[in-house]
């Protein structure tokens, strides 16, 4: 008898320790069609939906996901984290840090919560930085999601990559001297975050005679979403943080 209180007490002990796990979903590029299966199931019941959102409470991931947000059980509620729009690693950080917590205290409760990625939660996601903080104490799973590169390549509609050719992603924050390299030693290239970057890219281009090979793409799966096959026409601003450059090699149709 006293072995058995003992279990149903480890056991009542053990249901009360249970905590919620956190899910880091893709939501794609921007169109909701573009969502996976999986992804619109696990919002849906989500007890607790969680994003990065700015100084205004604006986040893209959201609004990718609102058809599914409007869906939601009753009783759901948002965690909105804010997040300092600036490359300060120690405001970004400490905002990982308070984001982290606030999940932490959900999971704690036993909610699941489930994160709203742009694109996949691990291609350049910042749900890295909560996975890092909070994988150690809580289960987490992610799911994946399509990514800009992957949705960039079939709004060109031209393949990314063919047989024995190389293909590398860099970003706009690299070094010139990266982003050279990368254009001289692949035939496939991606410059992602684009944004303030742009003149520097297509002054990169041009240095590399890889200028007639490019083409940029802004807000790609959106209702803006713009594509500009020639560059040379593109003006030496900087644009919009989703937008990236797209580098592919001519190709003989029929190798
Ligand atoms: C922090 S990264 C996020 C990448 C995202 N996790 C993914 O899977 O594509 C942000 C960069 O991705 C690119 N990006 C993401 N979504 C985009 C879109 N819809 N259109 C164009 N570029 C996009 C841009 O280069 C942007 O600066």
Request: net charge negative; hydrophobic share 40%.
């Amino acid at each position: 008898m006293k072995t058995h209180s003992l279990q149903t007490q480890s056991l009542q002990t053990q249901a009360l320790q249970k905590t919620g796990t956190l899910y880091g979903v893709g939501v794609g590029p921007g169109d909701p069609e573009l969502l996976t299966m999986k992804a619109w199931r696990l919002i849906r019941q989500a007890p607790v939906v969680s994003y990065l959102c700015n100084d205004s409470g604006e986040s893209q991931a959201r609004q990718i996901a609102a058809v599914v947000l409007s869906e939601a059980e009753p009783g759901a509620f948002e965690l909105p984290l804010p997040m300092p729009m600036s490359r300060d690693r120690t405001a970004a950080n400490a905002a990982y840090d308070e984001g982290a917590a606030r999940i932490a205290e959900q999971l704690r409760q036993g909610h699941d919560v489930v994160f709203l990625c742009e694109g996949d939660p691990l291609f350049f996601g910042s749900f890295a930085y909560l996975l890092d903080r909070l994988q150690d104490q809580f289960p987490c799973e992610v799911v994946p999601g399509i990514s800009s590169v992957n949705a960039a390549a079939s709004a060109l509609c031209s393949p990314l990559t063919l047989l024995t050719e190389s293909f590398v992603v860099v970003s706009g924050r690299h070094t010139d001297e990266q982003i050279i390299q990368a254009l001289q030693t692949h035939q496939s290239v991606v410059i992602m975050k684009a944004g303030q970057a742009r003149a520097r890219i297509l002054a990169l281009l041009e240095h590399t005679s890889r200028i007639g090979e490019a083409r940029y793409l802004e807000y790609i799966g959106r209702d803006n979403q713009r594509i500009v096959e020639d560059v040379r026409r593109l003006s030496a601003e900087a644009g919009p943080y989703f937008s990236l450059f797209v580098v592919l090699p001519a190709r003989v149709s029929r190798p």
